[in-house]
T-cell receptor, first 117, second 112 residues
């Protein structure tokens, strides 16, 4: 257990429905990342937050994807109008970045596995 | 384009033997490299990292070697144990970037 938790662990939804996932990072970590992982592939970066500020969102897969971290603690990832191609594992990671050149080890949560029928 | 990839998708070793997992990268501007282990149903777990100004780093039973000349990274696991069975990913990052780029992974199976 890395200390990063995600909820739910599994989500099955019908195409066209909206889904929201939650990530609770390690409490003192100032950075939070979202990744998507499809079967047999490595995680693919989606977005990240520095405290409550979303500093990179150009890699979100489409405008159906959005993320928030309103108080700089937990974060949510929402997918609107889900499509079958959205089926994947969605991973959250957190780290504490103390310097621009720090090797910010990212600690991953267990992921939320999304299945879109 | 830029990529991080692994030479072999699967590796099978005998318990007690040493394992070597390889990774090739294409971006010579990468600042550091990370190895992660992912067990079934879990998120990736950090193993070891190495900055680009180093060529070797050792941890507990693991060693990472970096050859910048040929853009090659390897993870050596000594005395491989059944608990080492997992998928191993290499990843690379640049300080100027926000994202970490992962390769596709190598599945390590340890035979008793």
């Amino acid at each position: 257990d890395t200390g990063v938790s995600q909820d739910p662990r599994h989500k099955i939804t019908k195409r066209g429905q909206n889904v929201t996932f939650r990530c609770d990072p390690i409490s003192e970590h100032n950075r939070l990342y979202w990744y998507r992982q499809t079967l047999g592939q490595g995680p693919e970066f989606l977005t990240y937050f520095q405290n409550e500020a979303q500093l990179e969102k150009s890699r979100l897969l489409s405008d159906r994807f959005s993320a928030e971290r309103p108080k700089g603690s937990f974060s949510t990832l929402e997918i609107q109008r889900t499509e079958q191609g959205d089926s994947a594992m969605y991973l959250c990671a957190s780290t504490f970045e103390w310097a621009r050149t720090s090797t910010d080890t990212q600690y991953f949560g267990p992921g939320t596995r999304l299945t879109v029928l | 384009g830029e990529s991080v990839g692994l030479h072999l998708p699967t590796l099978s070793v005998q318990e007690g033997d040493n394992s070597i997992i390889n990774c090739a990268y294409s971006n010579s501007a990468s600042d550091y490299f990370i190895w992660y282990k992912q067990e079934s149903g879990k998120g990736p777990q950090f193993i070891i990292d190495i900055r680009s100004n180093m060529d070797k780093r050792q941890g507990q039973r693991v060693t990472v070697l970096l050859n910048k000349t040929v853009k090659h990274l390897s993870l050596q696991i000594a005395a491989t144990q059944p608990g080492d069975s997992a998928v191993y990913f290499c990843a690379e990052k640049r300080y100027v970037d926000n994202d970490m780029r992962f390769g596709a992974g190598t599945r390590l199976t340890v035979k008793p």
